[in-house]
């Protein structure tokens, strides 16, 4: 299973617990393949490095950045040739987008509300953690 995740779950599962969390968990057990982009983990690193974030975590959120780059070690960086212009409400979002479809991802999981609006882009369904974790059967 192909997926591509947004910034903001890998946020949301390396400091805080709650289903983004779960996902991370599963897929450091599970064979997925994360499928990520340059642009994605020039993004991955600006936000995961931010002061703002590293203020609000503890000693134990930031050692789950550990566990995150074990995951990442395994992703597959992919070089995106087609540029899509979907998200209108935010076009920064559509590196997830071009990333998946590159990859033939199955899936992009999100919290972001326009990429979730979308709900499918081709055959990739664009899906919260929650959604992801119910139909993953898992």
Do not use: C
């Not at 946020?11 to 968990?25: A, E």
């Not at 450091?28 to 703002?52: A, D, G, Q, R, W």
Request: positive net charge; charged residues 25%; hydrophobic residues 40%.
């Amino acid at each position: 299973m192909r997926i591509v995740l947004d910034t903001n779950v890998i946020v949301s599962g390396t400091f805080w617990s709650g289903n983004s969390f779960k996902l991370l968990n599963l897929i450091e057990l599970n064979n997925f393949t994360i499928i990520v982009s340059l642009p994605i983990l020039k993004e991955y690193n600006k936000i995961i490095s931010s002061k703002e974030i590293l203020n609000k975590t503890t000693a134990y959120q930031q050692a789950r950045v550990g566990s995150l780059s074990k995951i990442l070690s395994k992703a597959i960086l992919v070089n995106p040739k087609e540029k899509i212009s979907i998200v209108k409400e935010d076009p920064d979002d559509d590196k997830f987008i071009e990333a998946a479809t590159e990859a033939n991802a199955d899936y992009i999981i999100s919290q972001d509300k326009h990429l979730l609006k979308i709900k499918k882009y081709k055959n990739i369904k664009i899906l919260t953690p929650e959604e992801f974790l119910q139909t993953s059967n898992l």
